[in-house]
């Protein structure tokens, strides 16, 4: 069973530009979960989506928004780029999003703002 | 809000001697669910070993371990025969019950810990 697929693994934007992120979950997983990893704030909480809806926001400002297809693939954009957003974006999936279940992650996509 | 502390930013460890990764975390919460997961330097995070919390008895994935102290609220990682392969950052998770409106999808990390494995 194939895992978690993100892309790309590595993108380098520059302040003001907007970016899109893919993350193809387990096949049959119906959760998606993204996160945010940087050394500072270490692993922080974006949003789920389940079912195409998103049904859980982190703390984090308007410009990051995300996504979620018929088949489950969820993508994540953020507009308005601004250094501090330079990071590793972690995908994660799961059957239903339910706290029992753990969470697979991707290898996540490296972002760097210059 | 629910937090995690691990306050080990940094252990090592000989190769097949055991070591213990530490966590606390804070809730008001009485079921729940704890993980820990080990990123290497490929950076997929992998799930190492997970805790209900209605469970006494602490759980063990082949050479690792829990000891889970609810009351304390302590969740630390026992890894017994340390293996060069162990070398990597470990998280510890905390997940609420579920709940889709504030917690679904949602776990909260520690700052990690990162484990050096020496030959």
């Known amino acids: 069973k194939a895992g978690v697929t993100q892309t790309p693994r590595y993108l380098i934007k520059t302040r003001g530009q907007q970016v899109t992120l893919s993350c193809s979950p387990i096949?049959?997983?119906?959760?998606v979960s993204w996160y945010q990893q940087t050394p500072g704030q270490g692993l922080q909480f974006l949003f789920e989506?389940?079912?195409?809806?998103?049904?859980n926001k982190g703390n984090f400002p308007g410009r990051f928004s995300g996504r979620q297809f018929s088949n489950s693939r969820s993508e994540m954009n953020v507009s308005t780029l601004e250094l501090g957003d330079s990071a590793l974006y972690l995908c994660?999936?799961?059957?239903?999003?339910?706290?029992?279940?753990?969470?697979?992650f991707g290898d996540g996509t490296r972002l760097s703002i210059l | 809000a629910q937090t995690v502390t691990q306050s080990q930013p940094e252990m090592s460890v000989q190769e097949a001697e055991t070591v213990t990764l530490s966590c606390t975390y804070d809730?008001?919460?009485?079921?729940?669910?704890l993980f820990w997961y080990k990123q290497p330097p490929s950076r997929q995070m992998i799930l190492v070993i997970r805790?209900?919390?209605?469970?006494?008895q602490n759980a063990t994935e082949n050479r690792f371990s829990v000891n889970f102290q609810k009351a304390a609220k302590s969740f630390s990682l026992k890894i017994s025969d340390s293996q060069l392969g162990d070398a990597a950052m470990y998280f510890c998770?905390?997940?609420?019950?579920?709940?889709?409106?504030?917690?679904?999808?949602?776990?909260?990390f520690g700052d990690g810990t990162t484990l050096t494995v020496k030959p």
């Open positions: 994660a999936s799961s059957l239903l999003g339910q706290p029992n279940q753990p969470q697979h």
């Open positions: 096949s049959g997983h119906r959760s």
């Open positions: 998770a905390y997940r609420s019950e579920f709940s889709i409106n504030t917690n679904a999808g949602k776990s909260t």
């Open positions: 989506y389940f079912s195409e809806t998103q049904r």
């Open positions: 809730t008001s919460e009485s079921d729940y669910y």
């Open positions: 805790q209900e919390a209605y469970k006494q």
